[in-house]
C-alpha cells in the first residue's frame, strides 16, 4: 500500500506540474505577445450585454463600477428576463448619465442564452463583452481591455470573493480549476469559460454559434460557445492577469455551492468535447484514488499516515499552484488549501452521489429545458 501510495504522489506530482507550472508559465508568454499586437480594441465597437433577472439586491456593485469607469464603451445593453422586482429603476437610476439600453425578452423567451442572443440580433458593434449583474471590477477595467490585441475570443479572469471563513472553500474550488484552465490553455487550449467576463468578436459569433445543439439547456452561455468557437479553429486566448477581471461573490451557502457545481457537471457533460471530457476524468480518477487510499489507511488504524498524506498533498498543491494564486491576488485564499483537502474527499463523494438524481434549478428554472 505504501509502494501504491508513492506511485499516486509521484504521477499526481508530474501531472499537475505540467500543467500548472509549465502550462501557466507558457500561458503568460501569450499573454506578454498578445499586448505585442499591432491591432488593438476600439472601445467604440465594444457593446457590453448583461442579462438579468431579479437582481435587484445584487446589481449596485456592478452599477458603481460603471459610473466609476475612467474609459467605457460604446454601450451597456441590460437585458431584462421577466424580473419581477426594482433592477429595471436601479439600472435608470444609477445609469442616468451613461449610454446604455434596457431591453426585455418577450414572452414565451427566456433565459441567459437567449438574452445575449437577442441583445446580439438588436446591435451592430464589432465586439461583444458580456458580464453577469452581480460582479464588479476597476475603475481601469476597460483601459485594460483595449490593450489587447484583436481576437476572435477572450476568456478573462473571473475571480470569487470570499467573506466569510467557509467560503473560502467555495472561492478555492474555483480558483483551483480556472488555474487548471489558465496552464491548459498554454498546453494546449482552454476547456472553461465564464460568461461572466466573456468578450468576443461579433463575426466570429455569428460564424461558430451552434445554438440548437444547447438550446433545450438554460443555462452554458459561456461552455458551449467556448467549445463552438474551439471547433472552429478560432484564435480563442486566455487572459488571466487581474487588470481585466471581475470579482463577484462566492455561493452564500452549502446548498447554494452544490447547486452550482452540479449545474457546472451538468453543462460538460453534454460537451461532446474530448479534452474537456478526458481532463474531467482524470481529476475524478485523482480524487477516487485519493479517498480509496486514506480509507485503506483508515480502515487499518494508520492515523499518522492519513495525516502524512494530506499534508503531503497540501504541500503540493500550494507550491504547485503558487504562481496562479500570486498572479491573481488571492494568497490569502491560497492558505486555506490544507483545509480544502481535508474535505475535499467527502465533497467530491457527495456529487458523485448526487450527480444521478439531483436536479439543481437556476432563478426557479430547471437548467436542463426552458
Not at 134 to 139: A, H, I, N, R, Y
Not at 168 to 181: M, P
Not at 198 to 216: K, T
Not at 279 to 300: C, E, K
Request: glycine share 4%.
Amino acid at each position: 500500500m505504501i509502494s501504491f501510495s508513492i506511485l499516486f504522489f509521484t504521477i499526481y506530482c508530474l501531472s499537475i506540474s505540467l500543467v500548472t507550472i509549465v502550462g501557466y508559465l507558457n500561458n503568460r508568454k501569450k499573454e506578454r505577445n498578445y499586448m505585442l499586437d499591432e491591432e488593438k480594441i476600439n472601445l467604440d465597437d465594444v457593446l457590453v450585454i448583461i442579462p438579468f433577472r431579479n437582481e435587484a439586491h445584487r446589481i449596485e456593485m456592478l452599477l458603481k463600477s460603471i459610473v466609476k469607469l475612467k474609459e467605457s464603451p460604446a454601450e451597456f445593453v441590460f437585458v431584462d428576463d421577466h424580473s419581477s422586482d426594482n433592477t429595471r429603476e436601479l439600472v435608470s437610476r444609477y445609469l442616468e448619465n451613461v449610454n446604455h439600453t434596457i431591453l426585455t425578452l418577450d414572452e414565451g423567451i427566456s433565459g441567459k442564452k437567449n438574452a445575449i442572443r437577442e441583445a446580439i440580433s438588436r446591435t451592430k458593434s464589432k465586439f461583444i463583452l458580456t458580464l453577469d449583474a452581480d460582479v464588479s471590477f476597476g475603475v481601469d477595467y476597460f483601459s485594460n481591455l483595449k490593450s489587447l490585441g484583436k481576437a476572435d475570443m477572450y476568456v478573462l479572469p473571473a475571480i470569487l470573493v470570499a467573506k466569510k471563513w467557509y467560503e473560502y472553500f467555495f472561492e478555492l474550488d474555483v480558483v483551483l480549476a480556472n488555474a487548471l484552465n489558465a496552464g491548459l490553455s498554454g498546453l494546449s487550449r482552454p476547456i472553461m469559460a465564464s460568461g461572466a467576463n466573456l468578450f468576443f468578436r461579433r463575426e466570429a459569433f455569428e460564424l461558430a454559434d451552434n445554438y440548437s445543439l444547447h438550446s433545450s439547456f438554460a443555462s452554458g452561455d459561456d461552455t458551449f460557445l467556448l467549445r463552438d468557437f474551439s471547433k472552429n479553429k478560432m484564435d480563442v486566448r486566455t487572459i488571466s492577469s487581474p487588470d481585466v477581471a471581475i470579482y463577484t461573490e462566492t455561493p452564500q451557502s452549502f446548498k447554494e455551492f452544490i447547486d452550482q457545481r452540479l449545474r457546472w457537471i451538468g453543462k460538460t457533460s453534454n460537451l461532446n468535447d474530448s479534452l474537456n471530457s478526458s481532463t474531467t476524468y482524470i481529476q475524478a480518477a485523482f480524487a477516487l484514488l485519493f479517498l480509496v487510499i486514506i480509507a485503506l489507511f483508515l480502515s487499518n488504524g494508520e492515523w499518522r499516515i492519513v495525516c502524512a498524506i494530506i499534508i503531503l498533498k497540501s504541500v503540493v498543491d500550494m507550491l504547485m499552484f503558487g504562481l496562479y494564486f500570486n498572479r491573481i491576488n488571492r494568497m490569502t485564499t491560497w492558505l486555506f488549501i490544507p483545509v480544502y483537502e481535508l474535505l475535499f474527499p467527502f465533497y467530491s463523494l457527495l456529487l458523485l452521489v448526487l450527480v444521478p438524481t439531483y436536479k439543481p434549478k437556476w432563478k426557479g428554472r430547471e437548467i436542463y429545458k426552458l
